[in-house]
């Protein structure tokens, strides 16, 4: 059965560094999303992306947060500067562009900020 | 905004019983999806279960089933026959069904518990 992966499943990174998320969505898919987990937290939408651009972003997504489909299969999610309060799960998602077959989610990356 | 509520932080069945999982949502608008998402320790999510506000009837999913009362804004779930594989957080989301709106709305979730 096809199946959104994450790369890489948990990463590491110092307060103030650039780190970037990557994930292959279903490769029929046509949006692409990024969404977080704070521990213990409900998860909260950051991004979609279709045709290429940002179809809508949450106030989280601010200016330190980027997206890019750089090829026809990954989706990256990249953080510039990174902060203590970003160490969450994030997951990646995918849709077709019709909503009846859902939104289907990767097996997550967990991000620590140290 | 929309919104999306989940009363029971926590809730715990015996093993081969059934448990309800309740949800509430907040929407102005009269056509939208509703699913349940399961996340064991893994924390991958899973999609459980989809409603179309369109339809009146309930969906089904073998051992899941959801009452969807639309007037009412509830979307509860019912497990049925637990098994210690259900043990999991379990969301309940809404999705616009406006065009171009393709976000999920979560709820806090609800820590479900088998009991053996």
């Known amino acids: 059965e096809p199946e959104v992966t994450q790369t890489p499943s948990h990463q590491v990174t110092q307060m103030g560094q650039e780190v970037i998320l990557r994930c292959v969505p279903i490769s029929n898919h046509l949006y692409f999303y990024w969404y977080r987990q704070i521990l213990g937290q409900k998860v909260e939408f950051l991004v979609s992306f279709y045709n290429n651009e940002i179809s809508e972003k949450s106030e989280i997504f601010d200016d330190q947060f980027s997206v890019e489909r750089p090829d026809g299969s990954n989706f990256t999610l990249k953080i510039r500067s990174t902060k203590l309060e970003d160490s969450a799960m994030y997951f990646c998602?995918?849709?077709?562009?019709?909503?009846?077959?859902?939104?289907?989610f990767g097996q997550g990356t967990r991000l620590t900020v140290v | 905004a929309q919104t999306v509520t989940q009363s029971q932080p926590e809730m715990s069945v015996q093993e081969a019983e059934t448990v309800t999982l309740s949800c509430t949502y907040d929407t102005s608008e009269s056509d939208y999806y509703l699913f349940w998402y399961k996340q064991p320790p893994s924390r991958q999510m899973i999609l459980v279960i989809r409603?179309?506000?369109?339809?009146?009837q309930n969906a089904t999913e073998n051992r899941f089933s959801v009452n969807f009362q639309k007037a009412a804004k509830s979307f509860s779930l019912k497990i049925s026959d637990s098994q210690l594989g259900d043990a999991a957080m379990y969301f309940c989301?809404?999705?616009?069904?406006?065009?171009?709106?393709?976000?999920?709305?979560f709820g806090q979730g609800t820590r479900l518990t088998i009991n053996p």
């Open positions: 989301a809404y999705r616009s069904a406006v065009a171009g709106a393709q976000k999920l709305v």
């Open positions: 998602a995918s849709s077709l562009s019709s909503v009846t077959k859902g939104t289907f």
């Open positions: 409603q179309e506000a369109y339809k009146q």
